[in-house]
């Protein structure tokens, strides 16, 4: 028995959101302050019952939790239930169920507990929470989990998996795996091994826009090809604001599916990588296929590129000129078997 009940805690905490609330919007009375209701529920936002713990003292821990803008909390769950409310900015919050909430200032929720969940500040400003923790003298709070680890099951997504490797495929390519390296924007290895796989069809497809470009005096060099989900997931979460450039693991990516790759020119004389607007994985304007700046030399060797692939079945991709996916990539499944 609880000399405070948490449900007496429950509106306490509802009351100090209240009054935050009043205060922000300087809503006072002379006698009494009228109440706005912001959260009346009996579940969480991931949908999980409210439920409280059933023994020890009852204890209410408030905080406010700055995100910085482009920053993320980090996969995690509680153990107690959470009412929280933003004072300010934004975040989107993801829970490990596949639901995404855009959570906006001036709105409160109550929080998800055993359903895992990450939040990521979207916006350009620092995001402040107010939260209230409802638990007892004896509980933790938090606890850090592992994003997860399921990719998403396409519908009719039934085509034959037949990775191949490329290095043994096509002899005459060239390799620089950056994800194997901690040479690329996530300065570590992705990879545990420097592979490039793609799926049979879309690698003979490839071999024939090589040949195209090597009547001009190019071989092809590989930085990437079929890609693990969960590396997919990591970018995702540890790079809010560079999702432009990146592909949404709750759909899964074409490298996911083994149907894309990150490619350049290297000279056939000189052995040399073909210097191109900008760097591969550089996320500015620079990296689009459309760019107009850069010099006439490059931007001829990009559009080469470009016209030798889509010749053989491979759109580039709207944001970035080393990116190609082989056309019917839907067919394939999200696959997440590593490298």
Known sequence: MYPLSLSHALTVTLSLII?????HGKAFADDYPHMQILLETEQTIAGEPLTYPQSGQAKVTSAIITIPSGQSTGWHKHKVPLVAYLIAGELEMEYANGKRVQFKKGEALLEAIAVPHIGSNLGATPAQIFVAFLGTDKTDFTEITNAPTTPPVIPNATAKVDLVDLSKFDTRLQFD???????NFMAKPLYSSARAMLQRP???????AHDRLRSYGYGLLVFDAYRPWQITRDMW????????????????????????????????????????PSAYDEFTERAHPD????????TKARDLLRNAMEAEGFTVYQNEWWHFDYNGWEAYPVLNNPL
């Open 177 to 183: 795996i950056r994800y194997a390296t901690a040479n």
């Open 19 to 23: 009054s935050i609330s009043l205060l």
């Open 291 to 298: 760019y107009k700046g850069g010099s006439p030399e490059q």
């Open 202 to 208: 879309a690698a003979e497809a490839l071999t024939r």
């Open 237 to 276: 979460d540890k790079h809010p604001l560079s999702r432009a450039y990146l592909s949404d693991p709750l759909k899964g990516s074409r490298h996911n599916r083994g149907c894309a790759l990150d490619i350049t020119l290297y000279d056939l004389k000189t052995g040399k990588e073909v210097i191109m």
